[in-house]
């Protein structure tokens, strides 16, 4: 099954959602029966928020905001077993999170439920799932630990890198291999060529999709292109962008600027990047995932 036309709809982990620092240390230091012992103990204790918890809530409020059938969901994909998770469901009934569906894999990966649900976008903090989902065409993004961020209203804000995120890796290849020179070059010589599509194009699409229905006034979602490129290699990607009749509210073009100060800025509750040093510097910023995606994270 492929993402459903009715919904957008964003799976998401468990320690994604709230923090579950502590269980995860049980289960790695004691096992399976000690972190089910200690969660089913503590199952009425309220989990702390996790990093993707505001991005859930802002995601969520679009529903009311709508009116009519929900457009989008969160769907919980668990490694807990049902009996362990019910502190998530819990948790999640505390804080009035619209979240009904999941699955619960007892210790299993549950990358392979992304498809049968119909999930534009999987975010979790177990790279493997990541990579697992990446492979079956979904967007998805491995959530970096960060610090504390202020969230200033209701408006999602999603931040995107570019090459290998966006867009194929094309170019990146050319850079990787002959450097900034050959890149620029190869870029201005291609600049009315489209640039391939990369693992985030269609949830893109489906976040526009979504915006269309409130018109450009009073819209609770905008998008930003957050790149290291700078002219003239911006001119593909816009030229791109409009190749695919696709528009982004904002676009930075940075030059090799860091990005964490622009993120801020701009307001992101979340931010797409293909580099782990990016994503690592960007977290400090805003709630950051990491894409294990192109020539960046190819093994050596």
């Keep these: 099954m492929s993402a459903r036309p009715d919904k957008l ?4 982990s468990s320690r994604a959602l709230f923090n579950l620092k ?5 289960f790695e230091e004691q096992g399976l029966q000690a972190f089910s012992r200690y969660q089913v103990e503590r199952e009425n204790d309220i989990l702390q928020k996790g990093d993707a918890f505001h991005l859930v ?9 709508l009116g009519g059938e929900p457009r989008v969901e969160v769907i919980l994909l668990s490694r807990n077993s049902a009996d362990t998770g019910l502190r998530v469901f819990n948790s999640i009934e505390h804080y009035g999170l619209d979240i009904t569906r999941a699955a619960f894999c007892n210790g299993e990966s549950p990358y392979r439920y992304i498809a049968p649900f119909g999930c534009n976008l999987f975010l979790s903090t177990d790279g493997v799932d990541v990579r697992r989902a990446l492979e079956q065409g979904v967007a998805a993004a491995t959530l970096v630990a960060g610090g504390h961020r202020e969230h200033r209203d209701d408006v999602l804000r999603f931040a995107f890198d ?3 995120v966006i867009f194929s890796d094309e170019a990146e290849q050319v850079y990787k291999r002959d450097g900034l020179a050959a890149f620029t070059e190869a870029e201005r010589a291609s600049a009315q060529m489209p640039l391939g599509g990369g693992p985030f194009k269609g949830f893109l699409e489906a976040l526009q999709k979504l ?4 018109g450009l ?3 609770p979602i905008r998008t930003a292109l957050v790149t290291a490129r700078s002219a003239p290699a911006h001119e593909r990607v816009i030229r791109t962008l409009r190749a695919w009749d696709i528009r982004v509210d904002e676009s930075v073009f940075l030059g ?3 990005k964490g100060e622009f993120l801020r800025a701009f307001g992101a509750d979340v931010f797409f990047d293909d580099q782990p040093a990016h994503c690592a510097s960007a977290a400090e910023h ?6 294990p995606h192109g020539i960046a994270n190819s093994e050596a």
Excluded: R, Y
């Excluded at 502590?22 to 049980?26: A, E, K, Y």
């Excluded at 809530?57 to 905001?65: A, G, V």
């Excluded at 915006?211 to 409130?214: G, H, I, N, T």
């Excluded at 805003?286 to 894409?291: D, E, L, M, Q, S």
């Design 211 to 214: 915006q269309a229905e409130f």
């Design 9 to 12: 709809v964003i799976a998401i």
């Design 22 to 26: 502590d269980s995860h240390q049980v």
């Design 162 to 164: 570019g090459d290998a």
């Design 57 to 65: 809530e802002k995601f969520l409020k679009i529903n009311s905001q």
């Design 286 to 291: 805003v709630a950051t995932g990491h894409v």
């Design 217 to 219: 006034q009073g819209c």
């Design 256 to 258: 090799g600027l860091p």
